[in-house]
């Protein structure tokens, strides 16, 4: 299958490569973006996140926040880096990692196989699962992002969900050029490229890809693969 250049990291996230000294899941480079949530695929986001427990980790000190920050390690680690910014009444479902310099705020939930990269912001009421915020990434008020990917400057308004399974439970399929393809993953969100802008309460329906800089204006669901400075109104 040849896919568009949105289903790439190096079209979708080109700063990137001027990144250094942060924690960065090691993304897809010849195949598709959303090959990191297949399981049993060598190097997956589940086995990347797995491969940090054993690292060396600038850990921050969990006596120094609320006590009402909790974290359920039952499945793997809670890997939080000094530096970062967890608000109180937030909770950790490991194993997840969470980078130096990044805002966790009041309330968030943080769930299995998420990485929240160094700046990247999981607002209050927001929760993640099992999804990459790269640097720079928002899901600032009351958000839902499941296996999703987030570019650099991304920022969800308030109430925007990425929905990631289908009411009927059944494989997601993948709308480009007036054809539905198979994407082999029962949960996939949405792949958002640098720079893209949702308003409030917006929703992608699961496999929505929108290319850098685009705009989805509030209230308005989104399916499908989408250029770069696409309009959704």
Known sequence: MEWPPEAYADSQF??????????????????????????GVERNLKHQISMLESAEIDLIDRSTL???????????KVMI????LVGPSTHFVGPCFV???????HGAYVRENSWICSTAVVGHCSEVKHSV???????????????SILGKDVNLGAGV????????????????GGKKIASE???????????????????????T???????????VTVTGVHKDSSHHR
């Open 133 to 147: 915020l790269l640097p720079g990434a928002k899901a600032p008020h009351f958000n839902y992002v499941g296996d």
């Open 209 to 219: 890809i929108l290319g850098k800089n685009s705009v989805v204006s509030p209230n």
């Open 185 to 207: 993953l029962r949960k996939f969100g949405a792949i958002l490229g640098e720079g893209c802008q949702l308003g409030c309460n917006a929703v992608t329906n699961p496999g």
């Open 66 to 76: 609320s006590q009402t920050v909790t974290y359920d390690e039952s499945n793997g």
């Open 14 to 39: 080109p700063s990137l490569k001027s990144v250094t000294g942060v924690s960065i899941p090691k993304l897809p480079q010849h195949e598709p973006l959303w090959e990191i949530f297949k399981s």
């Open 99 to 105: 980078g130096r310099g990044a805002i966790i705020r």
């Open 81 to 84: 880096e000094r530096g970062a």
């Open 161 to 176: 969900k990425l929905s990631n399974l289908r009411n009927d439970g059944q494989e997601v399929y993948l709308s480009m």
